[in-house]
T-cell receptor, first 117, second 114 residues
């Protein structure tokens, strides 16, 4: 069974500083990996996804993530954050294939990023 | 192109009642998934529909049910509401159930059970 661990529930950071949000997954099979962002009172928006190929994935809003198979990690990074990046970020996995055998996306508990001026 | 639409956005019910939530997917999307989001349990998968068929179901009691119509619109129903059913219910649509197809989420329906 797959599971996702987001190591930090809250990450405070000052504006223009770099940030890394950590995500580790557990799976006996290969998986697809996703990062979603949720702004207050809104649904989830896809930031980026890793399906295959280059382990460095670039997403929207200047975010990128690196897939590390040996460490089963998919950490999200941004070199310089803005106040508008304040939101909750979710890492998710799903097994490759048609619909997956365990349903759909399996999410981590989320990391609340708070960007201070 | 319009995004995923969920109605109603907010709902207040009392214990024992039932509720129906609606989701209209992005035009052309035939796969719809539902998730429950609570502070304690986080985001949990409820069910997935494709071409009017339930393909997958999460670990929820039988009080939670759903269906998908021929136009891909989906509804979920919760009967005999409990306080613990208070949550944000999110609907997501994608072109197909293929895992590589991105799921696009709606704004959610906030259900409060009193």
């Amino acid at each position: 069974a797959q599971s996702v661990t987001q190591l930090d529930s809250q990450v405070p950071v000052f504006e223009e500083a770099p940030v890394e949000l950590r995500c580790n997954y557990s799976s006996s099979v290969s998986v697809y990996l996703f990062w979603y962002v949720q702004y207050p009172n809104q649904g989830l928006q896809l930031l980026l996804k890793y399906l295959s190929g280059s382990t460095l994935v670039k997403g929207i809003n200047g975010f990128e993530a690196e897939f590390n198979k040996s460490q089963t990690s998919f950490h999200l990074r941004k070199p310089s954050v803005h106040i508008s990046d304040t939101a909750e970020y979710f890492c998710a996995v799903t097994p490759p294939g048609y619909g997956g055998s365990q349903g759909n996306l399996i999410f981590g508990k989320g990391t609340k990023l708070s960007v201070k001026p | 192109k319009a995004g995923v639409t969920q109605t109603p956005r907010y709902l207040i019910k009392t214990r024992g009642q039932q509720v129906t939530l609606s989701c209209s997917p992005i035009s052309g999307h035939r796969s719809v998934s539902w998730y429950q989001q609570t502070p304690g349990q986080g985001l949990q998968f409820l069910f997935e529909y494709f071409s009017e068929t339930q393909r997958n179901k999460g670990n929820f009691p039988g009080r939670f049910s759903g269906r998908q119509f021929s136009n891909s619109r989906s509804e979920m129903n919760v009967s005999t509401l409990e306080l613990g059913d208070s949550a944000l219910y999110l609907c997501a649509s994608s072109l197909s159930p293929t895992s590589s197809d991105t799921q696009y989420f709606g704004p959610g329906t906030r259900l409060t059970v009193l």
